[in-house]
């Protein structure tokens, strides 16, 4: 039988695996080989950030826990913005201890997404929660199941700031944009 942690390695390379594929896949579609007339290109912008948090739980008192995450994001010239994050917290006054590992999927636009995603508490097991991510802040509900309490919400105050939107470029009638410039698809 393997140890837990193992397990929890496994389960970690499994996500972060999904998500490279996933992503991989929506890049490589080209909207504009799919329009007979002139193709009107939302163009997108790639915002990959290391971010820190202090996060506040509803019912623990006022100790708040630190975060230290990853996020991806890709926000397209419309405001749509969709992507991924991991994040991991931990008690830090009155000693340190490790509490939860956390996976997110967001979309929404540019300025709020909605988020759903899981994890693990170091402390009660597996959960998943969802929550709404604005500028500098997140609020959430984490459902856990194996736990007495089985709700926990949360306001996070973090160093995430809005996504910038990139330009939107118009390309004429069997042309592709590509790298910034409008060119003929080879063959």
């Known amino acids: 039988m393997q140890t837990p942690k193992i397990k929890l390695i496994k389960m970690y390379v499994v996500i972060a695996s999904t998500l490279g594929a996933i992503n991989s896949v929506h890049a490589m579609y080209d909207p504009c080989l799919d329009i007979s007339?002139?193709?009107?290109?939302?163009?997108?912008?790639?915002?990959?950030?290391?971010?820190?948090?202090?996060?506040?739980?509803?019912?623990?008192?006022?100790?708040?826990?630190?975060?230290?995450?990853?996020?991806?994001?890709?926000?397209?010239?419309?405001?749509?913005?969709?992507?991924?994050?991991?994040?991991?917290?931990?008690?830090?006054i009155d000693g340190f201890q490790l509490s939860k590992f956390r996976v997110k999927y967001f979309d929404g636009k540019e300025k709020v997404q909605g988020e759903i995603g899981g994890g693990y508490d170091f402390n009660k097991g597996l959960f998943t929660g969802i929550g709404v991510h604005a500028p500098y802040s997140n609020l959430g509900i984490d459902l856990l199941p194996f736990a007495k309490d089985k709700l926990e919400t949360f306001i996070q105050i973090d160093t995430i700031k809005k996504n910038d939107k990139p330009s939107q470029q118009t390309c004429p009638n069997g042309t592709t944009l590509y790298n910034g410039e409008c060119i003929e698809p080879p063959g």
């Open 37 to 92: 007339g002139g193709c009107n290109v939302s163009q997108s912008k790639i915002h990959n950030s290391v971010y820190a948090a202090l996060k506040w739980t509803f019912g623990e008192g006022i100790k708040p826990e630190a975060l230290l995450g990853f996020r991806h994001a890709k926000t397209f010239s419309n405001g749509d913005t969709d992507g991924g994050d991991l994040s991991i917290s931990a008690k830090f």
